[in-house]
């Protein structure tokens, strides 16, 4: 096996995980989200001489992510965020009150703008630094600290909103 | 740092040390502190959804598949020009035949066969097997498959005969390459000129029925209605 071949599969190996998720979250189709992962890593194969630096992968994967995700909406005008997608992911082992209280942050974090939801994606996902996210996402640093202050504020809102009919009636 | 940029540092990345260091000596900051550790692990605990089973291999899988494709394209670069060429031959000789039906009187369907075959000599260079799966691939596109091939088909591609899309193979004999066209005809236009038929160099044979025609020429001196049979009883059209 060639030394890029070796490259290529550890890359694949350490963040395909990663980046569907950040994929699923970010467009909220898991069909999609495969196929944006498929893309970005026959991307990365065919340039992957680029990549000098091997500590620089994840943020080169992530803007070539990005990147064919814009690529989705310059294809297709459809706005897949208003789609209803009450996202209910199979949490095998975990008991009912838990699978819902995930089920409401999942659905919770779908309704939150993309401009919010894409650095607290690359922040919690990705584990990105506030430094990695400003220069994925081409924003300065103290705009990237106010959206992610932005949306877990809307978050932690939403969700104590959500508190009392979560627990039924009480008498 | 203030409570305002506190609570802002804190939302933005509960896991900033400053901050930590900041909420040491304050009971109230350190419990809110902890609400939002525990907050942010219940979020990601939300977001760690299935990856879907076998998804690295279909990666790997795709980046093979691209890879072996961007390979087969390393040929000799004169092999590279021989599709173009003959591609280039074959238009140029329809094109030849369309002014000559479409100016002189209608050509027997035996004269032009043998035109066909002198004009076409590029399909008898062809030395690869060509399988009898891949002849019938062609062939189905006419409604037509082949039970057997009459020999070692070397060339299989589609040409116009007199008008009609057909396909034009060569198979080897122990009377040397060997030339079908099996056209497939509606009722209404029939090939015309049945029989067998020579030049100085070829003879040849034409065989029709309902649903088509098949042509076969060869060198001179060769038993082409025995061949021709072979090929017409395993044809079938459905």
């Known amino acids: 096996m060639t030394t890029k071949q070796k490259r290529y599969e550890a890359l694949v190996q350490v963040y395909h995980g990663e980046l569907y998720r950040f994929a699923y979250w970010l467009c909220q189709d898991p069909n999609i989200a495969e196929d944006l992962v498929q893309e970005t890593f026959l991307r990365a194969w065919r340039s992957l001489d680029s990549l000098q630096d091997e500590n620089a992968a994840k943020p080169w994967l992530l803007t070539i992510l990005r990147r064919e995700n814009a690529r989705r909406f310059e294809r297709k005008q459809f706005d897949y965020a208003d789609v209803d997608n009450d996202t209910l992911v199979d949490n095998t082992g975990v008991s009912l009150d838990d699978e819902m209280e995930q089920a409401v942050i999942q659905r919770q974090i779908n309704k939150l703008s993309v401009e919010y939801r894409e650095p607290l994606l690359l922040q919690v996902v990705m584990g990105c630094s506030g430094d990695e996210i400003a220069d994925i996402l081409e924003l300065n640093k103290n705009t990237v600290m106010t959206r992610l202050y932005r949306a877990r504020n809307q978050l932690k809102e939403a969700l104590t909103e959500r508190q009392e009919p979560l627990k039924g009636a009480q008498n | ?238």
């Open chain 2, 1 to 238: 740092m203030n409570e305002l940029e506190f609570r802002r540092r804190l939302f933005a990345d509960p896991n900033d040390k400053d901050v930590a260091q900041e909420a040491a000596n304050n009971a109230e900051q350190n419990a809110l502190l902890e609400e939002l550790k525990a907050f942010d692990a219940q979020l990601a605990k939300a977001l760690d959804v299935e990856v879907p089973a076998g998804l690295a291999e279909r990666i790997l899988a795709n980046q093979q598949a691209d890879n072996s494709h961007n390979n087969v394209v390393k040929k000799s670069w004169f092999r590279r020009y021989r599709t173009p060429f003959a591609t280039a031959a074959s238009a140029t000789f329809a094109l030849g035949l369309y002014f000559l039906s479409a100016t002189q009187a209608p050509l027997l369907a035996g004269d032009h066969a043998l035109a066909h075959v002198r004009h076409e000599q590029v399909a008898f260079e062809g030395k690869d097997e060509i399988a009898l799966q891949t002849v019938n691939d062609k062939l189905s596109l006419f409604g037509a498959r082949l039970e057997a091939l009459p020999g070692k088909v070397t060339y299989a591609t589609f040409c116009n005969f007199k008008g009609q899309k057909s396909l034009h193979l060569v198979f080897q004999s122990e009377h040397g390459p060997m030339t079908v066209f099996i056209v497939p005809l509606s009722g209404k236009n029939s090939l015309g000129g049945d029989g067998q038929f020579a030049d100085e160099r070829y003879n040849g044979v034409i065989e029709q029925d309902n649903h088509g025609a098949t042509v076969l020429v060869a060198n001179l001196g060769s038993p082409v209605v025995q061949y021709q049979k072979n090929v017409s009883n395993a044809l079938r059209w459905l």
